[in-house]
T-cell receptor
Framework: NAGVMQNPRHLVRRRGQEARLRCSPM?????VYWYRQLPEEGLKFMVY????????ESGMPKERFSAEFPKEGPSILRIQQVVRGDSAAYFC?????????????FGQGTRLTVV | GNSVTQMEGPVTLSEEAFLTINCTYT??????LFWYVQYPGEGLQLLLK?????DKGSNKGFEATYRKETTSFHLEKGSVQVSDSAVYFC??????????FGQGTELSVKP
Protein backbone atom coordinates (compact mmCIF):
# COMPACT_ATOMS: atom_id res chain seq x y z
CA ASN A 1 0.00 0.00 0.00
CA ALA A 2 1.79 3.10 -1.23
CA GLY A 3 1.94 6.03 1.12
CA VAL A 4 0.97 9.59 0.34
CA MET A 5 2.63 10.56 -2.92
CA GLN A 6 3.56 14.12 -3.70
CA ASN A 7 5.12 15.43 -6.87
CA PRO A 8 7.25 17.01 -7.84
CA ARG A 9 9.68 16.76 -4.92
CA HIS A 10 11.40 19.96 -5.98
CA LEU A 11 9.96 22.77 -8.08
CA VAL A 12 11.67 25.94 -9.23
CA ARG A 13 9.58 28.78 -10.60
CA ARG A 14 10.36 32.32 -11.66
CA ARG A 15 8.40 35.15 -10.10
CA GLY A 16 5.05 35.52 -11.81
CA GLN A 17 4.79 31.90 -12.97
CA GLU A 18 2.29 29.34 -11.77
CA ALA A 19 3.12 26.42 -9.49
CA ARG A 20 1.06 23.23 -9.39
CA LEU A 21 1.65 20.76 -6.60
CA ARG A 22 0.08 17.31 -6.67
CA CYS A 23 -0.87 14.94 -3.90
CA SER A 24 -2.20 11.41 -4.18
CA PRO A 25 -3.56 10.24 -0.82
CA MET A 26 -3.13 6.79 0.58
CA UNK A 27 -5.47 4.18 -0.83
CA UNK A 28 -8.81 4.36 0.92
CA UNK A 29 -8.26 7.87 2.24
CA UNK A 30 -10.69 10.55 1.11
CA UNK A 31 -9.56 13.38 3.39
CA VAL A 32 -6.64 15.55 2.33
CA TYR A 33 -4.88 18.35 4.19
CA TRP A 34 -2.27 20.79 2.86
CA TYR A 35 0.33 22.41 5.10
CA ARG A 36 3.07 24.92 4.41
CA GLN A 37 6.43 24.95 6.16
CA LEU A 38 8.32 28.20 5.86
CA PRO A 39 12.06 28.16 6.59
CA GLU A 40 12.81 27.82 10.31
CA GLU A 41 9.10 27.48 11.12
CA GLY A 42 6.63 24.76 11.91
CA LEU A 43 3.92 23.56 9.61
CA LYS A 44 0.89 25.78 9.14
CA PHE A 45 -2.47 24.41 8.06
CA MET A 46 -3.69 25.70 4.73
CA VAL A 47 -6.72 23.75 3.54
CA TYR A 48 -8.74 20.60 4.18
CA UNK A 49 -10.52 18.87 1.33
CA UNK A 50 -12.72 15.88 0.84
CA UNK A 51 -13.48 14.47 -2.58
CA UNK A 52 -14.84 17.36 -4.69
CA UNK A 53 -15.34 19.57 -1.63
CA UNK A 54 -13.35 22.17 0.25
CA UNK A 55 -14.17 21.68 3.91
CA UNK A 56 -11.92 24.24 5.59
CA GLU A 57 -9.75 26.79 3.81
CA SER A 58 -9.14 29.04 6.79
CA GLY A 59 -5.37 28.84 6.35
CA MET A 60 -5.25 29.68 2.67
CA PRO A 61 -4.03 33.10 1.57
CA LYS A 62 -6.93 35.03 0.10
CA GLU A 63 -5.31 35.60 -3.26
CA ARG A 64 -3.34 33.50 -5.74
CA PHE A 65 -3.80 30.20 -3.88
CA SER A 66 -6.39 27.57 -4.70
CA ALA A 67 -6.88 23.88 -4.06
CA GLU A 68 -9.00 21.11 -5.46
CA PHE A 69 -9.56 17.40 -4.95
CA PRO A 70 -11.48 16.09 -7.93
CA LYS A 71 -13.49 12.89 -8.03
CA GLU A 72 -10.74 11.29 -10.08
CA GLY A 73 -7.06 12.07 -9.74
CA PRO A 74 -4.83 13.75 -7.21
CA SER A 75 -5.42 16.81 -5.10
CA ILE A 76 -3.85 19.93 -6.59
CA LEU A 77 -2.55 22.98 -4.79
CA ARG A 78 -2.18 25.82 -7.28
CA ILE A 79 -0.26 29.02 -6.71
CA GLN A 80 -0.63 31.69 -9.35
CA GLN A 81 1.86 34.49 -9.97
CA VAL A 82 4.35 33.17 -7.45
CA VAL A 83 6.45 35.53 -5.36
CA ARG A 84 9.67 34.92 -3.43
CA GLY A 85 7.71 34.64 -0.18
CA ASP A 86 5.95 31.54 -1.52
CA SER A 87 9.24 29.62 -1.30
CA ALA A 88 8.57 26.88 1.22
CA ALA A 89 7.99 23.18 1.66
CA TYR A 90 4.40 22.16 1.01
CA PHE A 91 3.20 18.98 2.66
CA CYS A 92 0.10 16.98 2.00
CA UNK A 93 -1.46 14.62 4.52
CA UNK A 94 -4.32 12.18 4.17
CA UNK A 95 -6.55 10.35 6.60
CA UNK A 96 -9.58 8.11 6.62
CA UNK A 97 -11.66 10.68 8.49
CA UNK A 98 -11.73 13.96 10.39
CA UNK A 99 -12.01 12.49 13.87
CA UNK A 100 -9.59 14.11 16.29
CA UNK A 101 -7.58 10.99 17.06
CA UNK A 102 -7.31 9.73 13.50
CA UNK A 103 -3.76 9.44 12.26
CA UNK A 104 -2.77 11.64 9.36
CA UNK A 105 -0.12 10.28 7.00
CA PHE A 106 2.21 12.76 5.38
CA GLY A 107 3.88 12.83 2.00
CA GLN A 108 7.51 13.76 1.52
CA GLY A 109 6.62 17.27 0.50
CA THR A 110 7.24 19.55 -2.45
CA ARG A 111 9.98 22.11 -1.97
CA LEU A 112 9.11 25.19 -3.98
CA THR A 113 11.81 27.71 -4.77
CA VAL A 114 10.86 30.98 -6.40
CA VAL A 115 13.72 32.74 -8.15
CA GLY B 1 -7.39 30.02 19.72
CA ASN B 2 -5.58 26.72 19.96
CA SER B 3 -1.79 26.83 19.92
CA VAL B 4 1.31 24.78 20.66
CA THR B 5 4.60 26.03 22.08
CA GLN B 6 7.74 23.96 21.89
CA MET B 7 11.14 24.27 23.39
CA GLU B 8 13.50 25.98 21.00
CA GLY B 9 16.37 24.14 19.43
CA PRO B 10 18.74 23.06 18.31
CA VAL B 11 19.33 20.50 21.02
CA THR B 12 22.69 18.74 20.89
CA LEU B 13 23.27 15.61 22.96
CA SER B 14 25.81 12.84 23.20
CA GLU B 15 24.76 9.31 22.41
CA GLU B 16 23.00 7.58 25.36
CA ALA B 17 22.06 10.90 26.99
CA PHE B 18 18.57 11.55 28.34
CA LEU B 19 16.27 13.62 26.15
CA THR B 20 13.44 15.96 27.08
CA ILE B 21 11.72 18.23 24.60
CA ASN B 22 9.11 20.44 26.23
CA CYS B 23 5.72 21.05 24.69
CA THR B 24 2.82 23.03 26.13
CA TYR B 25 -0.51 23.77 24.53
CA THR B 26 -3.50 26.04 24.74
CA UNK B 27 -6.81 24.55 23.71
CA UNK B 28 -10.51 24.48 24.34
CA UNK B 29 -11.97 21.08 25.00
CA UNK B 30 -9.94 17.90 25.04
CA UNK B 31 -7.84 17.63 21.91
CA UNK B 32 -5.63 14.72 20.96
CA LEU B 33 -1.89 15.38 21.17
CA PHE B 34 0.80 14.09 18.85
CA TRP B 35 4.54 14.01 18.35
CA TYR B 36 5.77 13.84 14.77
CA VAL B 37 9.37 13.35 13.61
CA GLN B 38 10.90 14.68 10.40
CA TYR B 39 14.15 13.18 9.18
CA PRO B 40 16.26 15.25 6.76
CA GLY B 41 14.59 15.63 3.38
CA GLU B 42 11.59 13.57 4.42
CA GLY B 43 7.98 14.15 5.35
CA LEU B 44 6.57 13.85 8.83
CA GLN B 45 6.04 10.53 10.53
CA LEU B 46 3.81 10.00 13.52
CA LEU B 47 5.96 9.09 16.51
CA LEU B 48 3.32 8.77 19.22
CA LYS B 49 -0.02 10.12 20.32
CA UNK B 50 -2.33 10.45 23.30
CA UNK B 51 -6.05 11.03 23.09
CA UNK B 52 -7.06 11.91 26.65
CA UNK B 53 -5.70 13.21 29.92
CA UNK B 54 -3.14 10.99 31.68
CA ASP B 55 -2.67 8.84 28.57
CA LYS B 56 0.94 7.94 27.85
CA GLY B 57 1.99 7.53 24.25
CA SER B 58 5.11 5.52 23.55
CA ASN B 59 7.07 4.28 20.56
CA LYS B 60 10.71 3.39 19.78
CA GLY B 61 11.77 4.26 23.34
CA PHE B 62 10.11 7.69 23.24
CA GLU B 63 7.34 8.56 25.69
CA ALA B 64 5.02 11.48 26.34
CA THR B 65 2.23 11.87 28.89
CA TYR B 66 -0.85 14.03 28.32
CA ARG B 67 -0.91 16.32 31.38
CA LYS B 68 -4.12 18.32 31.51
CA GLU B 69 -3.25 20.12 34.76
CA THR B 70 -0.06 21.58 33.27
CA THR B 71 -1.29 21.56 29.63
CA SER B 72 1.88 19.76 28.63
CA PHE B 73 2.98 16.84 26.47
CA HIS B 74 6.75 16.65 26.95
CA LEU B 75 8.71 14.15 24.86
CA GLU B 76 11.29 11.99 26.66
CA LYS B 77 13.74 9.24 25.81
CA GLY B 78 16.09 7.61 28.24
CA SER B 79 19.00 6.96 25.91
CA VAL B 80 19.24 8.68 22.53
CA GLN B 81 21.03 7.30 19.49
CA VAL B 82 22.67 9.03 16.55
CA SER B 83 19.80 7.78 14.40
CA ASP B 84 17.37 9.87 16.49
CA SER B 85 18.79 13.06 14.97
CA ALA B 86 15.81 14.77 13.37
CA VAL B 87 13.31 17.57 13.87
CA TYR B 88 10.52 16.82 16.33
CA PHE B 89 7.11 18.48 16.15
CA CYS B 90 4.49 18.58 18.84
CA UNK B 91 0.96 18.90 17.45
CA UNK B 92 -2.58 19.32 18.66
CA UNK B 93 -5.56 17.81 16.89
CA UNK B 94 -7.90 20.59 15.90
CA UNK B 95 -11.39 20.74 14.49
CA UNK B 96 -12.00 18.63 11.43
CA UNK B 97 -8.83 16.62 11.84
CA UNK B 98 -6.42 19.42 11.05
CA UNK B 99 -3.24 19.62 13.09
CA UNK B 100 -1.79 22.63 14.86
CA PHE B 101 1.98 22.33 15.09
CA GLY B 102 4.64 23.77 17.30
CA GLN B 103 7.64 25.33 15.60
CA GLY B 104 9.71 22.16 15.80
CA THR B 105 12.82 21.26 17.77
CA GLU B 106 15.94 20.09 15.98
CA LEU B 107 17.80 17.31 17.76
CA SER B 108 21.40 16.45 16.94
CA VAL B 109 22.96 13.40 18.60
CA LYS B 110 26.74 13.08 18.48
CA PRO B 111 28.57 9.74 18.76
Amino acid sequence: NAGVMQNPRHLVRRRGQEARLRCSPMKGHSHVYWYRQLPEEGLKFMVYLQKENIIDESGMPKERFSAEFPKEGPSILRIQQVVRGDSAAYFCASSIGPEKNTEAFFGQGTRLTVV
Amino acid sequence: GNSVTQMEGPVTLSEEAFLTINCTYTATGYPSLFWYVQYPGEGLQLLLKATKADDKGSNKGFEATYRKETTSFHLEKGSVQVSDSAVYFCALGGQGGKLIFGQGTELSVKP
